[in-house]
């Protein structure tokens, strides 16, 4: 059975939730939160609280154990984009562009 969470608007690029995404991918749960847990990107708290809950969500609605759960999938997808200038030489301006991500986990595990 699989079970998934979503973390929407999140403040992070997605290019760098994605380095994050690819350290926890096909790990178990117990596994992917302590490994998050002393990681140096500022994304991997955010990450953390995506599988807590996706863990939380299959433990609580679908009566999985919890110890038996894995990373399926961790997907990073683009969300909205805020258009911002940056003043420049001569006059000009400079697009900054801060983007944000959809994050969605999905763990798998025994009905048992």
């Known amino acids: 059975m699989e079970v998934r969470a979503l973390a929407n608007d999140q403040p992070v690029a997605p290019r760098k939730v994605r380095l994050v995404l690819d350290m926890v991918r096909g790990r178990t749960v117990d596994e992917a939160l302590s490994l998050l847990e002393f990681m140096p990107q500022p994304s991997a708290r955010i990450v953390?609280?995506?599988?807590?809950?996706?863990?939380?969500?299959a433990e609580n609605n679908f009566d999985l154990n919890p110890?038996?759960?894995?990373i399926k999938s961790a997907i990073a997808g683009d969300a909205r984009t805020l258009k911002r200038y940056r003043a420049r030489s001569r006059g000009r301006m400079a697009p900054v562009l801060k983007r944000y991500s959809h994050i969605t986990v999905v763990?798998?595990?025994?009905e048992f």
């Open 67 to 70: 110890d038996g759960l894995k």
């Open 48 to 57: 953390w609280k995506v599988i807590k809950s996706a863990a939380a969500n």
């Open 107 to 110: 763990v798998e595990g025994d």
